[in-house]
């Protein structure tokens, strides 16, 4: 199939948004194939892989746990509290990313994909879709759920929100705007709207 004649959903929002919830009903309700850039980036830094090894040269190798995998609590203290080390850090991963959401793109023949990408803005990969869907909410529940989450203090919590670009940005930039501060069953319905419409 023709990758142009692809609907190809760019699907994204804020950390504590809704993201996973709207991916997962696309993937079990619609059998939309769902891409998921965070599968792609664990693959990225797997225990012995070449990233892995770069990682250990810059931060040494107790960034690591005793079973060789990444410590990913103590890279995200880093990351999170440094603009320098969060940047850095995705230059690593990002083109290993980009490369796998191109190959599973070109093998794939449905006719609508969806690119689960949190970091679809700020990884310069709006090019790869068609169509770019956000999910929202207010701020405050946004703090709540991640809290409630990630067992995370209000601190912690507010500089993994900061470290992304501002939400309303998000929305500004979207095709679609799926409004998670309702109901899940509200948040369905939207999804079914859209789907069916196009």
Same mark, same amino acid.
């Given at each position: ?6 609907? @190809?959903? *760019?699907?994204?929002? *804020? ?7 709207? /991916? ?35 931060? *040494? ?15 995200? !203290?880093? @990351? =999170?509290?440094? /603009? ?16 796998? =959401? ?5 093998? *794939?023949?449905?006719?609508? @994909?969806?690119?689960? @990408?949190?970091?679809? =803005? ?15 909410? /207010? ?10 989450? #990630? ?11 900061? /470290? ?21 069953? #509200? ?10 419409? !196009?």
């Amino acid at each position: 199939m023709n990758e142009r004649a692809k609907r @190809i959903i *760019g699907l994204t929002g *804020g950390i504590g948004t809704g993201k996973t919830t709207v /991916s997962h009903y696309l993937a079990t309700v619609c059998h939309i194939p769902i891409l998921d850039a965070d599968t792609y980036a664990r693959e990225a830094v797997e225990k012995n892989s070449p990233i892995l090894q770069t990682i250990k040269k810059r931060y *040494g190798s107790d960034i690591c746990l005793s079973n060789g995998e990444l410590n990913r609590k103590k890279l995200g !203290n880093i @990351i =999170f509290n440094n /603009s320098t080390e969060k940047q850095w850090l995705e230059n690593q991963i990002h083109p290993y990313v980009r490369q796998r =959401f191109q190959e599973n793109i070109k093998q *794939g023949k449905q006719k609508i @994909i969806v690119l689960d @990408i949190p970091l679809l =803005f700020e990884s310069q990969l709006t090019h790869l879709v068609t169509e770019i869907w956000v999910v929202y909410c /207010s701020y405050e529940q946004q703090l709540q759920r991640l809290m409630n989450r #990630n067992q995370l203090s209000r601190e912690e919590a507010i500089a993994r929100i900061k /470290s992304q670009l501002p939400i309303e940005d998000k929305v500004n930039k979207a095709d679609v705007i799926l409004d998670n501060s309702s109901t899940k069953e #509200n948040l369905y319905q939207q999804i079914e709207r859209i789907i069916n419409k !196009n």
